[in-house]
T-cell receptor
């Protein structure tokens, strides 16, 4: 299995609080992605990174920010969590645009 | 905007049947296409990667084909087993982004 670790695996937080999810990889892959998965919507791209300090928005980036200060870590921050951000969040990595992508086990976030 | 569609959305078959899952995409300028499997409550497991220059890939009982010109890929599962029950997702890479279809939920009953 690809070395991807997401933390925490489960989190319950209150509306309006900041939340940071972490994705850590041991594969030295260049590309890292954050997705959310919701019933009826499938997997939707939030943000992605193509290198240290190089990030770009996906299709559902509003309310989210990311940072990548080193190759192995990609952080997703919800500045002020809302109930609509209750979801399962997945991190993925790949070495290049034409190589296989691998996923973490996901983080289940509940905003109450 | 790239759109990825998977048909059927759900499929229930008896054990032993050969079956085909379909994936279509609107923009043929893809780098590659990847098939994944997702078990309930779990992450995604990569099954097969087909690069844009390839026509098909095989792994065990799985065979995936790619026709870029028509914007289609199929995943063929031979001699299905109850352990194949899961959701199957296709994803295309275009520029730097991995774009997913909504999946086919497969149930194989004994």
């Amino acid at each position: 299995d690809a070395g991807i670790t997401q933390s925490p695996r489960h989190k319950v937080t209150e509306t309006g609080t900041p939340v940071t999810l972490r994705c850590h990889q041991t594969e030295n892959h260049r590309y890292m992605y954050w997705y959310r998965q919701d019933p009826g919507h499938g997997l939707r791209l939030i943000h992605y990174s193509y290198g240290v300090k190089d990030t770009d928005k996906g299709e559902v980036s509003d309310g989210y920010s990311v940072s990548r200060s080193k190759t192995e870590d990609f952080l997703l921050t919800l500045e002020s969590a809302t109930s609509s951000q209750t979801s399962v969040y997945f991190c993925a990595i790949s070495g290049a645009v034409d190589t296989e992508a691998f996923f973490g086990q996901g983080t289940r976030l509940t905003v109450v | 905007k790239q759109e990825v569609t998977q048909i059927p959305a759900a499929l229930s078959v008896p054990e032993g049947e050969n079956l085909v899952l379909n994936c279509s995409f609107t923009d043929s300028a893809i780098y590659n296409l990847q098939w994944f499997r997702q078990d309930p409550g779990k992450g995604l497991t990569s099954l097969l990667l087909i690069q844009s220059s390839q026509r098909e890939q095989t792994s065990g009982r799985l065979n995936a084909s790619l026709d870029k010109s028509s914007g289609r890929s199929t995943l063929y599962i031979a001699a299905s087993q109850p352990g194949d029950s899961a959701t199957y997702l296709c994803a295309v890479i275009i520029t730097d982004k991995l774009i997913f279809g909504t999946g086919t939920r497969l149930q194989v009953f004994p």
